[in-house]
């Protein structure tokens, strides 16, 4: 069974930075994309920044410039590097891989139980 383990969020003070890890466990054949959602109070889970097995990143409008998503393939993990965070930052925190089984077969989605980022002063 796959597992994803979120960590690194925090209270954090506006223009501080945060960087969130999430690693998978489990016996699989490669991950293909990896992403981080946020889920702020009261509003719907949104895609925040993903990042392909060949590497291509893709931001939301709200963080580019800010956040910087990477990937360690050897460590099965993907980053979420977050500078100059602002009090909208404020939410749950998920990561998501798109997990291969095996060789030639179709990836399946995994999310992680998500990690509570908060900024405020």
């Known amino acids: 069974q796959v597992q994803l383990v979120e960590s690194g969020g925090g209270l954090v003070q506006p223009g501080g930075s945060l960087r969130l890890s999430c690693a998978a466990s489990g016996t699989f054949f490669m991950v293909n994309a990896m992403g981080w959602y946020r889920q702020a109070p009261g509003k719907q889970r949104e895609l925040v920044a993903e990042?392909?097995?060949?590497?291509?990143?893709n931001y939301i409008a709200a963080v580019k410039g800010r956040f910087t998503i990477s990937r360690d393939n050897r460590k099965r993990t993907v980053y979420l590097q977050m500078n100059s965070l602002l009090p909208e930052d404020t939410a749950l925190y998920y990561c998501k891989m798109e997990v291969l089984p095996g060789p030639f077969m179709r990836g399946v989605d995994f999310w992680g139980k998500g990690t509570l980022v908060t900024v405020s002063s």
């Open positions: 990042i392909t097995s060949g590497g291509d990143m």
